[in-house]
T-cell receptor, first 111, second 113 residues
């Protein structure tokens, strides 16, 4: 069974700082990996989807990378803003159809 | 596209009552997933369907839980009888095959008192 780990569990940074969130997974045989954002009391919003053949994906200030061989993905957030405060979840899809989720990193950006 | 639609948004019920949660996936998506989220256990997959057929229900916690997908545009998750430990947020997600990502609904917050 795929195990997904996100470290740190919580992160607090001052506004404007660039930051990296980490995700590691145990089985490198994956279809794709998806990063989500979840605001308190809300649902999950998809941020980026990386296919197994890709190394990275970018959307605005967000950049996600994938290194299958080492079982790692990172989400880079440039010039962080208070509105970026949320929980960020990493999900990995192995050969089966379902995604396996990490427990998330709770990000607080301090104005 | 209205996205994945779940109803109700909130449900408060008494222990022992039957609860039915509903989900309408995105049109054209052929996979549907039911998840439960709690502070203690995070996101747990309960069951998923491919082309309306249940594929993996190993995450369904007990026989009190059942799920159906009678057609491509509708699914239900039923808890009978409900218990306080079932209190959680239940999410539905849909996907257009393994090379595509998930789209989540807004969730149903269930409170069993």
């Amino acid at each position: 069974k795929q195990e997904v780990t996100q470290i740190p569990a919580a992160l607090s940074v001052p506004e404007g700082e660039n930051l990296v969130l980490n995700c590691s997974f145990t089985d490198s045989a994956i279809y794709n990996l998806q990063w989500f954002r979840q605001d308190p009391g809300k649902g999950l919003t998809s941020l980026l989807l990386i296919q197994s053949s890709q190394r990275e994906q970018t959307s605005g200030r967000l950049n996600a990378s994938l290194d299958k061989s080492s079982g790692r993905s990172t989400l880079y957030i440039a010039a962080s803003q208070p509105g970026d405060s949320a929980t960020y979840l990493c999900a990995v899809r192995p050969s089966s159809n379902q995604f396996y989720f990490g427990t998330g990193t709770s990000l607080t950006v301090i104005p | 596209d209205a996205g994945v639609i779940q109803s109700p948004r909130h449900e408060v019920t008494e222990m022992g009552q039957e609860v039915t949660l509903r989900c309408k996936p995105i049109s054209g998506h052929n996979s549907l997933f039911w998840y439960r989220q709690t502070m203690m256990r995070g996101l747990e997959l309960l069951i998923y369907f491919n082309n309306n057929v249940p594929i993996d229900d190993s995450g369904m916690p007990e026989d009190r839980f059942s799920a159906k997908m009678p057609n491509a545009s509708f699914s239900t998750l039923k808890i009978q009888p409900s218990e306080p430990r079932d209190s959680a947020v239940y999410f539905c997600a849909s996907s257009f095959g393994p090379n595509h990502g998930y789209t989540f609904g807004s969730g149903t917050r269930l409170t069993v008192v």
